[in-house]
């Protein structure tokens, strides 16, 4: 009472004191007010209880795991595409259809390709039918066939070197006939050229020339041809005259052969003489029998020269054929014995080998032609098969793009096949799938049947992510341990993935565990006695505040945290603070996943969450 009398009278005179000095009283008052608010906070809360929630560390199993969601696809998809186009002649499946691996989806009109598959077995069958022939030992007929081909190749030979024989007769009687007459020709052109029966005081072609000079200015060149023409074909006829003389029918046959050339030869450049001469002396009759000259007669002896010149004509032409049936004759025979000689040869070597049987390499060409055969016909087989459209595996025809009638081509899609086995394809960020590996477990449920979960397994992971707004997603596949004919492709799925399993660890929950730095802790109280109470499932009330241990964590989930070391098994550690009617959590700095799976005995257990 009297304490309270004290306070009462302090307080009065400071009140007194503030109203003598209003502008310093303000401030005081302030500092009063506040001064008395923490005071009375001071002495408010000395009366506050706090509470501890406590938790024993246990051992467990601890599970870590990824979640994601995403859709349900087929394992494989496929849309049909025929290699070949032509009408459809047949529908043999519907939409919603289960089918198995080859079973008909359609049939493409195949008229050409039988036709080919009949033709390649055709070709086959008498391929195989002539290695079969091949291999066939020689026959008697055969034998006696092959045998009279060489002998007629024989004859034929011994028959042209008969007649060649004959035909070398014949040419040296046909040189001798040439030089029965040529001498007479040649002496007889001579006389027309170099004699002087036109005027007796020139030679004849210049007295020709002459004649007609006056109206012919270039005539000296058609009497320079003629001298000139009869000038070498007296050079020639003189040499071949010599070389007759000098071989008889009895002299080698190159020696008569090279005879016969030479006075064929001989005969044509007399011909050519003949010709030339003759040219001149139609041209000095034309032009003195021309009205130029009508007071000129030609001299007499041109009648003569130019009868002379067509008998002699006749008579070259005619040993210029007789010499080349000659030279014709002969070229043919030698021809025809060359041809023999080799026509005999390969009959000769066709028996022996007909004798001696199938060559090995004949045997070898023959089986690769029916390998080639045979090659062919799957080729057409193949090419007819492309025709009939089957199922690539097992599942269900999802569509149907043609009907009866359509045309399908190579490049058109005509039904899509899915296989009935499912799976769940989901994207993850680049921290989750680092986690991710090929065989990992997984659990997936659907948000289309909320009681249907399904067991499953990691089968692929992306190795090259999307980025999609600077955010890096890689796609993994999950595929269905088992079958459920409810999930159709593209429904929702959602999938936690088993990252780390552990068994047999320390664990406590995740609020017990703190972080200041790089380092962890867990608080425990000291003693649970005179100085804390326990008071229901409030936690235990202690005046004395819990002391930090220093602990090393290992893996953790959503739920409890690894404790590897300073920590026992059984021994109680502070999950949360309760402060009078407040609750605070104070756990900072625990790593975390998406989904956790752990089970410790006497703290429950199963999938959290």
């Known amino acids: 009472m009297n304490k309270f009398l004290n306070h009462k009278n302090f307080f009065k005179r400071i009140l007194g004191r503030a109203l003598a000095h209003k502008v310093i009283s303000v401030f005081i008052i302030l500092a009063v007010v506040f001064g008395g608010y923490y005071v009375y906070g001071k002495l408010k809360g000395s009366s506050v209880e706090t509470r501890y929630v406590l938790a024993a560390a246990q051992k467990g199993t601890l599970v870590t795991s990824v979640s994601g969601s995403g859709q349900v696809s087929a394992s494989n ?5 025929p290699k070949v186009s032509g009408d459809v002649i047949s529908v043999a499946a519907i939409a919603g259809q289960k089918i198995k691996a080859g079973g008909l989806i359609l049939r493409i009109d195949s008229t050409d390709a039988e036709k080919a598959v009949r033709d390649a077995k055709a070709n086959l069958e008498s391929a195989q039918i002539a290695l079969e022939k091949i291999k066939q030992p020689a026959d008697a007929l055969s034998t006696t066939q092959a045998e009279n081909a060489l002998t007629q190749a024989q004859r034929s030979k011994q028959n042209a070197q008969d007649d060649l024989q004959k035909i070398y007769d014949d040419g040296f009687n046909t040189v001798a006939n040439a030089f029965i007459d040529l001498p007479g020709v040649v002496t007889g052109l001579d006389t027309i050229l170099n004699g002087s029966s036109v005027n007796g005081n020139q030679s004849n072609a210049n007295a020709y020339a002459d004649m007609i000079r006056s109206y012919k200015s270039d005539i000296d060149q058609f009497r320079d041809s003629a001298l000139a023409a009869y000038k070498k ?21 190159t020696v008569i052969d090279s005879l ?33 000259y009508r007071n000129t007669k030609p001299p007499t002896v041109l009648a003569t020269h130019e009868s002379n010149l067509q008998s002699y004509t006749g008579t070259t032409n005619t040993h210029l054929g ?18 023999s000689d080799l026509t005999i040869k390969e009959k000769t070597e066709a028996l022996a080998k007909l004798k001696a049987g199938a060559d090995t390499l004949d045997i070898q060409s023959q089986e690769l032609s029916v390998k080639q ?11 007819l098969a492309d025709y009939f459209i089957r199922a690539p595996f097992d599942g269900v025809v999802a569509k149907m793009n043609v009907k009866k009638g359509d045309s399908a081509g190579s490049g058109t899609a005509v039904a899509t096949v899915i296989t009935s086995k499912k799976i769940a394809q989901l994207s993850l960020n680049e921290v989750d799938v680092a986690k991710i590996k090929i065989g990992q477990k997984a659990t997936l449920t659907f948000d289309a049947f909320s009681d249907l979960t399904i067991a499953g397994e990691v089968t692929s992971v992306d190795t090259i992510g999307t980025v999609t707004q600077g955010v ?14 409810r999930v159709k492709p593209a429904m929702s799925v959602s999938a936690a993935i088993i990252t780390d399993t552990k068994l047999d660890v320390l664990l406590v929950p995740n609020s017990a565990v703190k972080s200041q730095g790089n380092t962890h802790y867990i608080e425990m109280l000291a003693a649970i006695g005179s100085s804390a109470t326990t008071t229901s499932n409030q936690g235990v009330v202690s005046v004395t505040p819990p002391n930090r241990q220093s602990v090393e964590i290992g893996i953790s989930n959503d739920s409890y945290t690894e404790i590897v070391s300073g920590l026992q098994e059984g021994e109680e550690v502070v999950t949360r603070t309760i402060t009078g009617t407040a609750t605070a959590a104070t756990t900072s700095g625990q790593p975390t996943t998406k989904s956790s799976n752990v089970r410790i005995p006497g703290l429950g257990g199963g999938f959290g969450g």
């Open 373 to 383: 055969r045979q090659n062919s016909l799957l080729d057409a087989q193949q090419t």
């Open 233 to 253: 074909a007296r050079i020639a006829y003189d040499k071949n005259l010599q070389d007759y003389k000098n071989t008889s029918r009895y002299s080698d046959r």
């Open 322 to 339: 007789n010499l080349l049936n000659v030279e014709n004759s002969i070229k043919s025979d030698l021809d025809t014995i060359t041809s």
């Open 260 to 292: 016969i050339n030479e006075s064929y030869e001989t005969t044509k450049l007399i011909s050519e003489a003949i010709k030339n001469t003759k040219s001149l002396l139609d041209l000095v009759n034309d032009i003195l029998t021309s009205g130029s």
């Open 472 to 485: 890096v997603n890689y796609n993994i596949d999950i595929a269905f341990d088992t079958q459920d004919d």
């Open 77 to 81: 998809q496929v849309d049909i595409k």
